[in-house]
């Protein structure tokens, strides 16, 4: 096996032999590990949002520690796709049934699960619990940018409950519109484009953080909204200049009382000084 795999080795990636069980034990360990950090970060931006804090610089203090690294810290929607959902569930069940409460486990597959929910009460609290009959332009179908893999996509989960409510979806995304359609078909409609979408919407609702979304247009967003607010479930854009170009911004993690003015971060600096 060591011949067969040497091509793969030349970086000194590492064979390691183990038995057939710790081999596979150790698979869905990684991904499961790497899932509860993804969970845990989304728990934290819950709380940071109660409490006034600012989840990307809590990020940022943890990632300082060598022993935490910045990797999966980032908060948001949840992770989905084929790996991570599949393996958290099969090491639960696999636990199960050998007699074993795996709470984390448990709780990490909650917590991904509720975050999605979360985020479209801040849209019906927005437009007070009644989204009846109101259109919502969604950026963002994949789980994640480059790929139109659609498994466990934060986005089906919230354009289902949106619809459930009585909302009208007008989405796109660059790659998985084709995906999107054999799931959904014709219960929401497709945009040619990202700014297509925005036509007669009451809001944007940003849910995929591709590339093309990071810089857009945001006087024209503004101008074809109905409303200027955005629901940015991947913290791509920076509240304050959003709050400053007129728009209702929301995303993950942060607060209106976590938003200090310049004046007040100078304060708090030079009182640690």
Do not use: H
Request: glycine share 6%.
């Amino acid at each position: 096996m060591q011949e067969v795999y040497s091509p793969f080795l030349r970086t000194g990636n590492p064979i390691i032999i183990m038995d057939v069980k710790s081999a596979e034990m150790s698979k869905y360990a990684a991904n499961s590990f790497l899932a509860t950090k993804i969970s845990f970060i989304n728990e934290i931006a819950n709380i940071c949002e109660t409490v006034g804090a600012d989840v990307e610089q809590v990020r940022i203090g943890m990632s300082t520690d060598k022993r935490i690294g910045s990797q999966f810290l980032f908060p948001g929607l949840g992770y989905g796709g084929s790996c991570f959902p599949k393996d958290v569930k099969a090491l639960i069940k696999i636990a199960e049934d050998s007699g074993i409460n795996p709470q984390i486990l448990s709780s990490a597959d909650r917590v991904n699960q509720k975050q999605r929910i979360l985020f479209v009460e801040k849209v019906l609290k927005y437009f007070n619990n009644d989204i009846k009959g109101r259109t919502f332009a969604i950026w963002g179908l994949a789980f994640k940018p480059r790929t139109d893999d659609l498994r466990e996509a934060p986005s089906i989960t919230i354009i289902n409950r949106l619809l459930e409510l009585g909302a009208n979806i007008k989405a796109f995304d660059p790659k998985a519109i084709d995906a999107t359609k054999k799931i959904l078909g014709d219960k929401i409609t497709y945009a040619k484009n990202s700014y297509d979408t925005l036509e007669d919407a009451d809001a944007l609702i940003l849910v995929t953080e591709w590339n093309e979304f990071r810089r857009p247009d945001f006087d024209k967003i503004k101008s074809m909204l109905k409303n200027p607010v955005i629901f940015d479930g991947r913290n791509q854009y920076e509240a304050k200049r959003m709050k400053e170009r007129g728009f209702d911004y929301f995303n993950i993690g942060k607060s209106e009382i976590s938003k200090l003015d310049n004046e007040k971060q100078d304060l708090c600096l030079n009182s640690l000084i």
